[in-house]
């Protein structure tokens, strides 16, 4: 991502988060909410190399991209997905004891 940033002249991202989900999952999903579209119909092995493509982007820059297992429930990705943030930004834990939160 450093490297992409500079090439384009974009500042760097302190975090890039990336929700995970296998797409056999993530269209079954789709799927059963009956949000699937015509994009969400591509055949073949489409996905797996968006995904894979992701992979080797998050492998550029590792210290800067949070990976999160999205195959969870919505709760459990919220949960993994704050306690990701959190470690990395302390300031937004100590902004929520300041609220009382």
């Known amino acids: 991502m ?6 384009i002249g974009l500042p760097k991202p302190d975090c890039v988060c990336l929700l995970d989900i296998g797409p056999g999952m993530a ?3 789709l799927v059963s909410r009956g949000k699937s579209d015509s994009f969400d119909s591509r055949r073949g092995n489409f996905f797996s190399r968006v995904r894979s493509g992701y992979e080797r ?3 550029m820059s590792p210290d800067t991209w949070m990976k ?3 195959s969870q429930d919505e709760n459990a990705v919220f949960g993994d997905l704050t306690a990701g943030l959190e ?3 302390p300031q937004l834990r100590e902004g929520h004891a300041r609220d009382g939160r």
């Open 2 to 7: 450093a490297a992409l940033s500079d090439i």
């Open 27 to 29: 269209s079954a999903r």
């Open 57 to 59: 982007i998050m492998g």
């Open 68 to 70: 999160i297992d999205a």
């Open 87 to 89: 470690l990395r930004f």
